[in-house]
């Protein structure tokens, strides 16, 4: 199985998310079944595993613009589309910045080895780059200088995913469930995909977050689908509630 069918480079839509127990997230896929197929890049029932190493500055500039509602803000990130290969230098990888302005999330990113991605990310240094790439490098280096970033929250999960068919284009519904995340305590530099494991629970196992995303409104079927099935919008960053939990527990201060 091959991830690399992932690599849009770039793409705005919008992102509704949802808290839900196990239940509710199983009535609500069995009644979607008909209407959207799984994602090719995941097993038979559009399952896979990611990993994402987020960045912030020293002060947590990232974390406060999130809670404090700001409209216009970026987020770096490592993330890894996980298969049975071990990560090795040359694993392929996508270095992403993700920026919501008001309510539209927009999505920047670069594929590269993670040798290359770990020289951009840690030793700010412009790698070699696919020609179409060369802008959301530079900015991602723009961005390292600017605000100081270092790596700060480690995020584990099992995604499985479902897509729209011919008549719901650019229609995506994700069921994040086994959530896991981790904190460095041991310096930045230490804090890499292949040496930090996610190894806190970020939600219990018996919560799962669905996230419609859509290019421009949600089908009519599927917002009767939703109060059918009870589901509650709620405003949650997994990176955000990844440092409220290790503020929580002593491994970062507050």
């Not at 519904?173 to 310096?187: H, I, L, N, Q």
Request: hydrophobic share 35%; charged share 30%.
């Amino acid at each position: 199985m091959t991830h690399l069918s992932h690599s849009i480079r770039s793409f705005n839509r919008f992102e509704l998310k949802y808290l839900v127990t196990l239940r509710q997230a199983e009535g609500f896929r069995q009644d979607l079944r008909a209407y959207l197929t799984p994602d090719e890049n995941g097993n038979g029932c559009g399952a896979y595993e990611l990993a994402s190493l987020y960045f912030d500055s020293p002060d947590y500039r990232c974390y406060w613009e999130k809670l404090d509602g700001i409209k216009l803000r970026r987020k770096l990130r490592i993330r890894r589309y996980e298969t049975d290969a071990p990560l090795t230098g040359e694993t392929p990888v996508f270095v992403e910045i993700k920026q919501r302005v008001d309510r539209v999330t927009q999505k920047r990113r670069a594929l590269l080895p993670y040798r290359e991605a770990s020289r951009l990310c840690y030793e700010r240094e412009i790698p070699p780059h696919a020609p179409e790439d060369g802008a959301v490098v530079e900015e991602i280096a723009a961005l390292l200088w600017q605000y100081n970033l270092r790596p700060a929250s480690l995020i584990h999960y099992r995604r499985e995913a479902w897509m729209g068919g011919d008549y719901d284009i650019g229609l995506r519904v994700t069921f994040d469930t086994e959530m896991r995340y981790g904190v460095s305590v041991a310096g930045p530099a230490a804090f890499q995909l292949e040496s930090f494991t996610a190894e806190h629970e970020l939600f219990a196992p018996t919560w799962v977050i669905v996230e419609i995303k859509v290019n421009e409104r949600i089908p009519y079927w599927l917002t009767e689908m939703v109060a059918f099935h009870n589901l509650t919008l709620v405003r949650l960053s997994k990176y955000c509630r990844s440092i409220e939990l290790a503020q929580s527990n002593g491994a970062l201060e507050r």
